[in-house]
């Protein structure tokens, strides 16, 4: 059973407007969600996070957005930039699960089209 | 700063080999975690040493997988005897503090393995 689902497997977005990527989790335990992005041959790479404690965190272009209620959190890229295109995994982790592991979506595929 | 590094980046062996995985983390990190991404699935949790300690192994698919990590620095992880459904990108991590949860784990490339 998937904790942690990105529903989306692609995504195109214009060069210059918004990416919205969507991840839902089933787990009420989890309270740290992370954003990686990840290139072809290339480990995944941290881009940013957020506690449950908070319902949104800011850093520079990427805002990711917690919704607790709805078990819910987005990443916003704006303004989205071809460089942007790379496969980008939600990940959930919490104390309360007696470790530090990370649970990871499926993965979304950006493409950002110049 | 170096990052996570992982050896070797490829290895394609034959269905009942052996291959063992390396992992250096980022120096002064005591957490280490591996894991593994199948056929473009999620990217799965295997382990998690404490410095030298399992603190996890609740991930590890079974008994053919054997992960070390000796004097707490890099690790090992080995498969012995490897099947086809061991192939995949096996990925290392590695986060500074000890306790904590929120910590920001960082990966290496990974390394991709094959069953022939």
């Known amino acids: 059973d998937q904790q942690v689902k990105q529903n989306s497997p692609s995504l195109s977005v214009q060069e210059g407007r918004i990416s919205i990527l969507n991840c839902d989790y089933t787990?009420?335990?989890?309270?740290?969600f992370l954003w990686y992005k990840k290139y072809p041959a290339e480990g995944p790479t941290f881009l940013i996070s957020?506690?449950?404690?908070?319902d949104k965190n800011e850093d520079g272009r990427f805002t990711v957005f917690l919704n607790k209620s709805a078990k819910h959190l987005s990443l916003h890229i704006v303004p989205s930039q071809p460089g942007d295109s790379a496969v980008y995994f939600c990940?959930?982790?919490?104390?309360?699960?007696?470790?530090?592991?990370?649970?990871f979506g499926t993965g979304t595929r950006l493409k950002v089209l110049a | 700063e170096a990052g996570v590094t992982q050896f070797p980046s490829h290895s394609v062996i034959e269905k009942g080999q052996t291959v063992t995985l390396r992992c250096d983390p980022i120096?002064?990190?005591?957490?280490l975690y591996w894991y593994r991404r199948v056929m473009g699935k999620e990217i799965k949790f295997l382990l998690h040493?404490?410095?030298?300690?399992?603190?996890?192994e609740s991930g590890m698919p079974n008994n053919r997988f054997l992960a070390e990590r000796t004097g707490g620095t890099y690790s090992t992880l080995k498969v012995q005897p490897a099947e086809l459904e061991d192939s995949g990108v096996y990925f290392c991590?590695?986060?500074?503090?000890?306790?904590?949860?929120?910590?920001?784990?960082?990966f290496g490339p990974g390394t991709r393995l094959t069953v022939l």
């Open positions: 991590a590695s986060s500074q503090l000890a306790t904590g949860y929120t910590d920001t784990q960082y």
């Open positions: 787990n009420s335990m989890f309270d740290y």
């Open positions: 957020i506690s449950s404690i908070k």
């Open positions: 990940a959930a982790s919490g104390q309360s699960s007696g470790t530090y592991k990370y649970i």
């Open positions: 120096s002064g990190h005591d957490n």
């Open positions: 040493f404490v410095k030298e300690s399992k603190q996890d």
